[in-house]
């Protein structure tokens, strides 16, 4: 199993430029996450999939948008870049049982730089 | 204001010293998750604790959650250079959301640098 997946590990993107981060979880998990790392800010949600079909806002949902392809497959896209979505980008999956204790297990990361 | 605060933010330690790392909150903690980052990499998860009191091992890492649920540590026995990295926690801070189904959040990490 590779766990979760991203793509891809690096980016450098102009101002105003748009692109996708792909995240994918072989786990047949239910939920998905993404979340960004910044220093000194720790790890913030951006946005959730509880389940397929469905996704909703975390704590810095804007400038993002974000789709739920598949139980699989949840992707993260900017619109339009801008030098303050320079970040470290990580997704995550977890089984979601409805209870509490349910891991999440996270991708290896997509570094952003926006100039 | 940063509901899992971390402490301390960094600490270097000499390989085989005992350290301790703290997670505290002013909110109960429905979940409790210890990770670790190696840097530029991802989070390995460790350790997750449930119950008030709860006590959990693995080799020679130690974490525990307080009976109040509002605070939790990592200790690590006879630390080595592996041992290195970025450990962060990670909370559930509702009772309605298992696993964090709408997201964990996080303390801002403790920075662990092993001397030999």
């Known amino acids: 199993n590779a766990g979760v997946t991203q793509n891809p590990k690096f980016q450098v993107l102009k101002t105003g430029q748009s692109m996708t981060l792909q995240c994918a979880q072989d786990m047949n998990h239910n939920s998905m996450y993404w979340y960004r790392q910044d220093p000194g800010m720790g790890l913030r949600l951006i946005y959730y999939s509880a389940s397929e079909g469905t996704t909703d806002k975390g704590e810095v949902p804007n400038g993002y948008n974000v789709s739920r392809l598949n139980k699989r497959e949840f992707s993260l896209r900017l619109e339009s870049a801008a030098p303050s979505q320079t970040s470290v980008y990580f997704c995550?999956?977890?089984?979601?049982?409805?209870?509490?204790?349910?891991?999440?297990?996270f991708g290896p990361g997509t570094r952003l730089t926006v100039l | 204001s940063q509901e899992l605060e971390q402490s301390p933010q960094s600490l270097i330690v000499q390989e085989g010293k005992n350290l301790t790392i703290n997670c505290t909150s002013s909110k109960t903690l429905y979940g409790l998750y210890w990770y670790k980052q190696k840097y530029g990499e991802g989070l390995i998860f460790l350790m997750m604790?449930?119950?008030?009191?709860e006590e959990k091992s693995h080799e020679k890492i130690t974490a525990k959650l307080d009976e109040k649920k509002q605070q939790s540590s990592l200790h690590i026995t006879a630390s080595q250079p592996s041992h290195a990295g970025i450990y962060l926690c990670?909370?559930?801070?509702?009772?309605?959301?298992?696993?964090?189904?709408?997201?964990?959040?996080f303390g801002k990490g403790t920075h662990l640098i092993i001397q030999p």
């Open positions: 604790l449930q119950k008030g009191g």
């Open positions: 990670g909370a559930d801070m509702s009772m309605y959301s298992g696993g964090g189904a709408d997201g964990l959040t």
């Open positions: 995550a999956s977890s089984e979601w049982t409805g209870s509490v204790g349910d891991t999440q297990y």
